[in-house]
């Protein structure tokens, strides 16, 4: 028995020294971390779907920054990978017990994380969705999110307006099956483009979700199956740079014309260098913002926000087409994110 | 929560009379993990006034039921020397076929419960076949099982997440006041279910059975112990008790999720290292693995009141897995010497 004394000491120990390294952590993280209960400071809740894309990490940085001016405290928390519902639901139920008076979620499965939803509107707390809606849409208390749909339909207007007349050879580089903002985009380029699925004009669809590595394969293997592609669609602009490093090898980097969708600074400065013909930009900072103040507004008075707010979307592009209104990469580099 | 692991642990101690010689067989490594958690208790609840609320603590374990229940099993596995990685797709499989099966409504939502663990039950038998059979290292056949699982998941489902479900599977997520504080029932099953366990491997000849499999393969074959038929069911026991997480999973969720249990292979062994069980095998206690689950409960809870971000939990969790292996480490070597 000597020695489970000892593990138990040791363990202690650790324990102890985990338990201050955090302190520290927390301390320098949050100014003001520590004794949850302190009435007064309202406590807004922020859930992302994951912890590692510059996207969320944008959308944090912006929700901190609107705390601070508002004089908010912001905790954070995040799905463990792209699709961890668990993790939300996880989320969401400490949150409601450390007190917060409004939660902002994007969610990772738009149906699975209603029930967890429900029960925080029961106690009392606001949820609104930032970036993708909950099905169904009114599951949250509202909606903050760039209209994806229209995101996908402004790059769809401009490759048409680019091809000007030329026969189209399409490849889509989607996101992953059953994930709503992949399939309105992808729906919103198509009706931009003026056709539908099926068309015979694209000959090459592929996931990747949304990772550079997996767009250059998909890339890769759209040109093994049809080596005359020159328009390729993709879900973001990862997903774009691979499928532009696969066309390089192949010498085609110059003939083939890449639209996508977001707008990270990677991404514009990607569209600056002709890489990407041309972008539809959102912005996660103004989304973040915006639920952190509609939270604010609930604690104040209990004025709820409620319905679908756009947080807007713009082309960006050097080489606008006729017919299609754009901004330039001066603009999109002063208002890109990541 | 504590109340509730404390007595059998001392039971189980006061258990295993063994000669001198086989003390290292049956000491019980559960105390280290259990101070542990006490102190990570202690600690959160200077930084956070709602976190011994007991809202709070059943709340805990009723997060952590999942995971502790795919530990559950891991630990079986781990206790022979094994390890199975495919314990998380496996359960994701599980909730699907239940889902699906009862969503449809053609057959009654028992039978679809049932049939949900069967699948899970013919993952682990098929593992279990190709470890002791074919002798292939737990490692691989079960990293290859990963895979398939995983893609059944999401064939079966066409990566729809299952929704309307009947009354029946999700009971288990329903409660039931005990004093202040509402309790799932989910969370009693999964308690009971470690406390099963707790008596069949420190009180039966089956569990001798077991740890001495871990210990030495050859050994407890040659003192007549049918090495072969035991490991088969092991792995297959395993698998219903994935079943049972999944079941207790789509309680907890209240839907059918294909893209469930991404990672939670790797938090069941996690749950199982906390808890003090040598990857080595034949050391450990299942007990111990429900306080490694609650260890690593209390810290995603208990940081997530102080207000830390989640990266910074998944670092914690990561230094503390290193200091368990490492402890663990040092108290063999006692033993041995």
Known sequence: MKHTFRTALALTAATTSAGLLLTACG???????????????VKVGLITKTDTNPFFVKMKEGAEAAAKKSGVELSTAAGKFDGDNEGQVTAIENMVAAGVKGILITPNDSKAIVPA???????????????????????ADAL?????????????????????????????????????????????????????????AIVCSQDTGGDQAKGQTAMENCL???????????????????????????????????????????????V??????????????????????????????????????????????????????????????????? | ?????????????????????????????????????????????FQSEQFLSGGNLSLVVQQVMVVGTLALGQTLIILTAGIDLSCGAVMA?????????????????????????GVCALFGLANGALVTFVKLPPFIVTLGMLNVAFALTHIYSEEQTVTELPGALTALGGTFPLGRTDITYGSVLTIALFLCFAYLLGQTAWGKHTYALGNNPEVARLTGIRTTRLQLGIYTLAGVIYGIAALLLVSRTGVGDPKAGQTDNLDAITAVVLGGTSLFGGRGAV????????????????????????????????????LAVTVDQFSRRKVRR
């Not at chain 1, 301390?27 to 400071?41: L, Q």
């Not at chain 1, 606001?126 to 169904?136: E, H, M, R, Y």
């Not at chain 1, 080596?227 to 973001?236: A, F, G, L, Q, R």
């Open chain 1, 117 to 139: 939803i429900t029960q925080a509107r029961v106690k009392g707390v606001l949820v609104v969705a930032l970036d993708s809606p909950t099905d169904p849409q009114a599951a």
């Open chain 2, 93 to 117: 499989f599980g909730t699907i076929v239940m889902a699906k099966l009862a969503a449809e409504g053609t057959l009654p939502p028992l039978v679809a419960i049932t049939a949900g663990i």
């Open chain 1, 272 to 338: 600056k260098s002709g890489k990407i013909a041309a972008t539809s930009q959102q912005y996660p900072l103004a989304m973040a913002a915006k639920g952190v103040e509609a939270v604010v507004a609930y604690a104040k008075d209990g004025t709820k926000a409620t319905g679908y707010v756009d947080t807007g979307v713009t082309l960006i592009t050097d080489t606008p087409a006729p017919s299609v209104a754009a901004k330039d990469t001066a603009y999109g580099l002063e208002n890109c994110w990541g």
């Open chain 2, 287 to 322: 007990l111990g693995t429900l306080v490694g689950a609650l260890i690593v409960g209390v810290f995603r809870n208990g940081l997530q009141l102080m207000g830390v971000g989640s990266i910074y939990q998944t670092l914690i969790t990561g230094g503390l897995v290193i």
């Open chain 1, 27 to 41: 301390e320098g993280a949050k100014g003001s971390a520590g004794s949850g209960g302190n009435s007064g400071t």
């Open chain 2, 1 to 45: 929560m504590t109340t509730t692991t404390a007595p059998p642990t001392g039971a189980a101690r006061a258990s295993a009379p063994a000669p001198p010689r086989l003390r290292g067989l049956f000491t019980h490594p559960t105390a280290g993990p259990l101070v542990a958690l006490l102190v990570a208790c202690a600690f959160f609840s």
């Open chain 1, 224 to 270: 093994q199956k049809a080596p005359d592609i020159n328009v390729v669609y993709t879900i973001n602009e990862p997903a774009a740079l691979g499928a532009y490093t696969a066309l390089k090898a192949k010498g085609r980097e110059k003939d083939v014309l890449i639209v996508s969708v977001d707008g990270g600074c990677t991404g514009t400065n990607a």
């Open chain 1, 144 to 200: 903050f999110a760039t209209d994806n749909l229209k995101a996908g339909e402004l790059i769809g207007r401009y490759a048409k307006a680019a091809m000007a007349g030329k026969p189209a050879k399409i490849a889509t580089l989607d996101l992953a099956p059953g994930v709503a903002v992949g399939q309105l985009r992808h729906d919103g380029f198509l009706q931009g483009y003026g056709i539908k699925d099926g068309d015979p």
